[in-house]
Nanobody, 126 residues
């Protein structure tokens, strides 16, 4: 069983930066595709960014391209999401997610990820 623990959320002003981290345990980290989802009140949970097992392939939602950067360190069993130029519309609970079930470099749908963290709140004030 994979355990995922997020950290790094908080309150920041518009234009500010935050770095989210996710620590994984319970499985060899390099066997996992990992990603970050977010869910704002009244909205569906959406994929923000994902990174392949090797780190060579990444995906970003259009809304965060150029502002968010996903990275991973397989030696430390961690993945990070660096967020800059934050906007009020980035306010949401952010979830770390992982899957080991697919041969493709990346997966994009919520149902494809079988392991989830507890979530961390990011609030961007205007």
């Amino acid at each position: 069983q994979v355990q995922l623990v997020e950290s790094g959320g908080g309150l920041v002003q518009t234009g500010g930066s935050l770095r989210l981290s996710c620590a994984a345990s319970g499985r060899t980290f390099s066997t996992l595709i990992v990603g970050w989802f977010r869910q704002a009140p009244g909205k569906e949970r959406e994929l923000v960014a994902a990174i392949s097992r090797s780190g060579r392939n990444t995906y970003y939602a259009d809304s965060v391209k150029g502002r968010f950067t996903i990275s991973r360190d397989n030696a430390k069993n961690t993945q990070d999401l660096q967020m800059i130029s934050l906007k009020p519309e980035d306010t949401a609970v952010y979830y770390c997610a992982a899957t080991s079930s697919y041969n493709s470099p990346l997966v994009y749908t919520r149902s494809a990820y079988e392991h989830w963290g507890q979530g961390t709140q990011v609030t961007v004030s205007s």
